[in-house]
């Protein structure tokens, strides 16, 4: 499978606990976001990167949040101390560099519960 | 504040029926518009954009979408309707070509056989 893959697919946490979740893009794709997804809702944004550089990030992103893209390939996203509320769906997304007629392909998603 | 807006929580549709979900949109300048879907358990799949040109997009699956500027929407459509249409749909916009992606809340459709 050559599309975005994510891992863990599930993961179920106690409050406080750290956790990072690893999403692999399409490869040679430059470009990767995260987008978080609470239930009956849209995605939303957090943050996306143009090869390892952290170009834009949401103020949905608290400090408790952090995203890396050490070396341009894949990225990870750490939650610190972590809340009930933080308990959603975390997407990941790449794109590539083929113009205006590119687009986002997302990766399955790693389910968060925290208990 | 720039949105989209998806006024139907649900929407259901006989099998063979054609379908329409709406999307209206509030975004200033000449945004790129979308259609994902999203299956249980699955990632966003894309199933067309609008960026500018002919106003009748078609994409995916047989979905097309109809941009019309002066009332601001830009409809999802397909002229007969599947089961396995069933699924979350999202309309979304960007500000460019690799932006980020701002979603609507979603509509549910359903397709009874």
Known sequence: ?115 | AQSVAQPEDQVNVAEGNPLTVKCTYSVSGNPYLFWYVQYPNRGLQFLLKYITGDNLVKGSYGFEAEFNKSQTSFHLKKPSALVSDSALYFCAFAYSSASKIIFGSGTRLSIRP
């Open chain 1, 1 to 115: 499978d050559t599309g975005v893959s994510q891992d863990p697919r599930h993961k179920i946490t106690k409050r406080g606990q750290n956790v990072t979740f690893r999403c692999d893009p399409i490869s040679e794709h430059n470009r990767l976001y995260w987008y978080r997804q609470t239930l009956g809702q849209g995605p939303e944004f957090l943050t996306y990167f143009q090869n390892e550089a952290q170009l834009e990030k949401s103020r949905l992103l608290s400090d408790r949040f952090s995203a890396e893209r050490p070396k341009g390939s894949f990225s990870t996203l750490e939650i610190q101390r972590t809340e009930q509320g933080d308990s959603a769906m975390y997407l990941c997304a790449s794109r590539g560099l083929a113009g205006s007629q590119e687009t986002q392909y997302f990766g399955p998603g790693t389910r968060l519960l925290v208990l």
